[in-house]
Nanobody
Framework: QVQLVESGGGLVQAGDSLRLACAASGRTFSNYNMGWFRQAPEKEREFVAAITWTGERTYYADSVKGRFTISRDNAKNTVYLQMNSLNPEDTAVYYC?????????????????WGQGTQVTVSS
């Protein structure tokens, strides 16, 4: 089990961009699928994006396709989420997660390690 710490959140205006980063500890980072989830007030945690441990396959929620890009740098033990064309509906706490169940890569049940989250607020 790895330890994860998110950074890069903040307050932006609609149409702006942010890049989130998730730093992982441990030597086994490269063996995990990595995902980003978000949770808005009074809503369930929802899938945003994921990337396999090889970095060859990515997955995106329909709501962010074409706007968000997930990537990873295994040498730096870091996964990123580039968020463009942000809108107020993207406002949430964003969580980084690590998992090892490929067929559950787009669900919270596919992950066993979570960061504490970073707040993203988009004003109109």
């Amino acid at each position: 089990q790895v330890q994860l710490v998110e950074s890069g959140g903040g307050l932006v205006q609609a149409g702006d961009s942010l890049r989130l980063a998730c730093a992982a500890s441990g030597r086994t980072f490269s063996n995990y699928n990595m995902g980003w989830f978000r949770q808005a007030p009074e809503k369930e945690r929802e899938f945003v994006a994921a990337i396999t441990w090889t970095g060859e396959r990515t997955y995106y929620a329909d709501s962010v396709k074409g706007r968000f890009t997930i990537s990873r740098d295994n040498a730096k033990n870091t996964v990123y989420l580039q968020m463009n064309s942000l809108n107020p509906e993207d406002t949430a706490v964003y969580y980084c997660a690590a998992g090892s169940v490929l067929y559950l890569i787009t669900t919270p049940q596919g992950y066993n390690a979570w960061g504490q989250g970073t707040q993203v607020t988009v004003s109109s």
